[in-house]
């Protein structure tokens, strides 16, 4: 669906001015846009999970643990897909004020596609680095975007970096010179993408950052002495149909959580990269989404 139709219709949670913003630059933020119940609720939540990890040593489906963790002292990297592991955020992903954000930037009909709680642990969390969302998960067309919750205040502890506008532009290669998977754009193409001129998303605990799945984003290693939990949200247009299966399984995976699944699908003509596990056999596309 096009940015002026989607304009068209009533918001929910934004202002126009924030819905233009978000499809000229591509990223939008909100100073402390969740609080209350709402936000005390996901950091109890998120707690317990975290002490849910203590009786860990190694990484599984759902907690992926730094090499420090301890009983004493966790140290997490990630919790997979959380709407998995307790209905406080699937209740928070399905139908919440992040939910009405989608509606107003992607149209009446949306999927939830995927969630993760990225910790990037204090003194050393890990970099994520420069990357665009859709080459690891390609649709029909570009009607994507990522929802983050900053759990705690974010200010020198690796905020979010997004570069402005180029979500306008190329897809950039996430393969490296042997044509291997790596998940990551190639110093070679920083300045074509822009990097140098990325802007950093600070804000107090509640704050909320949305970025399209083309826009190129990341953030530092963790060198401050907090963690930076944000609790993230993919959802994706009723008219964007996914042309590899969702690595990350969860029972949620394509539900429709706005609207109902359109009849009709649209094609965006650009070309799309396509990851080392696109899946070809027949069917295959509508076994997975539909099942």
Known sequence: MKPETILSGAAKALTREQREFFFANGYLKIDGFISGRWLERLCTVTSAM?????????????????????AEHPRLRRLTQPVEHDPTYWEFASNSPITDVAEDLLGPNVRFHHSKLNFKAEAGGVEVKWHQDFPFLPHTNSGMLTIGVYL??????????????SHEGELFSHYNDKDEWVGAIQKRDFERAGIGKAVYLTGCAGTITVHSARAVHGSAQNESGFPRPLLLHMYTAGDAMALTHNPLHSRYNFTM???????????????????????????????????
């Open 50 to 70: 975290v002490d849910r990890s203590r009786s860990l040593t190694r990484s599984d489906a759902m907690f992926d643990l730094e090499t420090e963790h301890t």
């Open 152 to 165: 705690g205040e974010v200010e020198a502890n690796a905020p979010l970096g997004v570069v402005p506008g």
């Open 257 to 291: 959580v706005r609207g109902r699944r359109p009849r009709w699908i649209d094609v965006d003509p650009r070309p799309i990269m396509l990851p080392p596990d696109f899946r070809t056999q027949e069917g295959a596309l509508f076994k997975t989404q539909y099942q």
